[in-house]
């Protein structure tokens, strides 16, 4: 009975670890195309040339130097021409005739040029500001995808060391039973601890199916085998440098820099609403030649007016209202995204410090407790130590090894979330 339920477990695992393979080879074993650089940073460039801001953005840059080309031209709008013809042969046909053509030329008002260059500017600002924030948005669903896939497989890789270790255990503990060396209560007690370990094994492994599908929406199938993931401990990202007063850190954080260029993109159009007062002035020349009867020479003049329409309260009104509503918004944005990057950046300081101190003390953790296992393993071998005593040193030290390796991710994660909060893209 005890070798059937032996041979099912491992047919079981043999089963669920080729479907492991199956799904995780192209990410685990795949040769990466971008061998010069970090798991990591190559899994963010993969995923970022995927993304809908990546592939807009060209055209989003020649739409806002197209803006300040129009901004910095010298008629607020294109010139017109207007063209009449004036005849009486449909009538008294006496040859009378004349030919008006006209000239339509749009004109600046006060101010409204220099400040509709300076609107321009301050958009092509914020969208390089914005196109950043998109990048850290990417990279931060990166880092998670990325640092819970490689959690996820260690506790598998764990887990079916875990379920090795019972197996022998159990086929050890069975001879001795047969052997008459120990009872069936011990024999009970090594096939529970080895039915419990293929659970935990199953459950882990299920887990990296979950995180490898999480990376498959990320990467896509075309970018799929060109990451090779490699080890977890090699792809931890550097350290940042952090001053000790953080208010130096002010205008450097991304989301800080692009609420200061919001901020100023509303001020500019607040300045352009103040001097579009009303529509455009307009310069007129015309021309007319022309005559009234047949033999009578033909006569040309020359007129110049300008336009100007009225202006509207109502309508200046409603622009100002907005921009200043903008302003008052950016402000309180601001405000509020500074003090919370900030503290942010705090925050992950001290995570981080208490990360590495807890990945100094599981290490600690792990080498005493598989010293321990070693030296209770002998002494079992040699019916020096009953098995309860022997599965509960078993169990210390696999809970000290998955400790010890989540310690590890745990540092990796930390740093990478100090990384991000600093506004650094995946190195």
């Not at 060209?58 to 901004?71: F, M, N, T, W």
């Not at 990202?237 to 000790?244: A, I, M, S, T």
Request: aromatic share 8%.
């Amino acid at each position: 009975m005890s070798r059937e339920y032996l041979d099912a477990a491992c047919r079981c695992v043999i089963q669920l670890t080729g479907l492991i393979f199956l799904l995780g080879s192209p990410i685990a074993l795949a040769n990466g195309e971008r061998k010069g650089e970090s798991a990591l940073k190559a899994f963010y460039e993969s995923s970022w040339e995927r993304q809908p801001d990546y592939r807009a953005y060209q055209y989003r840059v020649e739409a806002a130097l197209a803006k300040q080309k129009i901004a910095s031209s010298l008629l607020v709008s294109p010139a017109s021409v207007e063209v009449s013809q004036k005849t009486d042969r449909a009538n008294s046909n006496q040859g009378a005739s004349e030919t008006i053509l006209g000239l339509g030329i749009p004109l600046w008002l006060w101010n409204e040029r220099s400040s509709s260059i300076n609107l321009a500017d301050a958009e092509y600002k914020k969208l390089m500001s914005q196109y950043y924030l998109a990048q850290l948005k990417i990279a931060a669903e990166v880092r998670d995808t990325y640092w819970n896939y490689q959690r996820s497989k260690i506790e598998s890789d764990l887990a079916l060391r875990r379920f090795e270790n019972a197996k022998t255990l159990a086929m050890d503990v069975e001879k001795r039973f047969k052997a008459g060396d120990l009872s069936r209560a011990d024999l009970h007690q090594a096939n529970g601890a080895l039915a419990s370990s293929e659970a935990f094994l199953v459950e882990a492994q299920a887990n990296v199916i979950n995180a490898e599908q999480r990376v498959r929406s990320l990467l896509g199938s075309e970018n799929l085998k060109k990451i090779q993931f490699g080890d977890a401990t090699k792809n931890i990202e550097p350290v940042p440098k952090v001053p000790e007063n953080l208010s130096g850190l002010d205008s450097s954080l991304p989301i800080v820099a692009a609420l200061m260029d919001q901020l100023e993109v509303a001020r500019k159009a607040l300045d352009l609403a103040k001097s579009q007062t009303r529509a455009s002035p307009e310069l007129q020349i015309w021309t007319t030649k022309g005559r009234e009867v047949y033999g009578v020479p033909y006569q040309q003049s020359v007129a110049i007016g300008l336009r100007i329409p009225f202006g509207s309260d109502a309508r200046n009104a409603n622009r100002l209202a907005s921009a200043t509503a903008e302003i008052v918004d950016s402000e309180v944005r601001l405000a509020y995204e500074r003090e919370s990057a900030l503290s942010n950046v705090e925050s992950n300081i001290a995570l981080v410090k208490s990360a590495q101190l807890k990945l100094s003390a599981a290490d600690k953790r792990s080498t005493l407790a598989n010293e321990t296992r070693q030296f209770f393993e002998k002494s079992f071998r040699f019916g020096e130590t009953d098995l309860p005593t022997r599965l509960r040193i078993e169990i210390e030290a696999v809970d000290a090894n998955r400790q010890a390796a989540v310690a590890k991710i745990n540092y990796a994660v930390a740093v990478s979330n100090l990384r991000q909060a600093l506004g650094l893209l995946p190195e």
